[in-house]
């Protein structure tokens, strides 16, 4: 089994920073790609951005200049350092992987979400 735990979630005024984190745990022989989405009230979930599993990046421009994903491959962990934070940044943030586990001696690799941390901006 392989879990996600996220952490990091909470209120903070505009201006403000968090830094969110996700956890892999479980039967892992390899993460690819990590991320993060959001998904606000009445919305769908959106890309937050990536990371690869040598560091490359990828961001939704709306986060661009302002929030930074990072990983630490030894701890299986994902971060989202967010500054800057607008009240429209309040939503649900999701982490996602892609996670390598082998199943009868066979490499499969799948998807993977967390639970959610709640983020709202608000003075």
């Known amino acids: 089994q392989v879990q996600l735990v996220e952490s990091g979630g909470g209120l903070v005024q505009p201006g403000g920073s968090l830094r969110l984190s996700c956890a892999a745990s479980?039967?892992?022989?390899?993460?690819?790609?990590m991320g993060w989405y959001r998904q606000a009230p009445g919305k769908e979930r959106e890309l937050v951005g990536t990371v690869s599993s040598g560091g490359s990046t990828n961001y939704a421009d709306a986060v661009k200049g302002r929030f930074t994903i990072s990983r630490d491959n030894a701890k299986n962990t994902v971060y989202l350092q967010m500054n800057g934070l607008k009240p429209e940044d309040t939503a649900v943030y999701y982490c996602?992987?892609?996670?390598?586990?082998?199943?009868?001696?066979?490499?499969?690799?799948?998807?993977?979400w967390g639970q959610g941390t709640q983020v709202t901006v608000s003075s």
């Open positions: 479980g039967s892992i022989f390899r993460i690819r790609d």
């Open positions: 996602n992987a892609d996670i390598g586990s082998f199943y009868g001696g066979v490499l499969k690799y799948n998807g993977y």
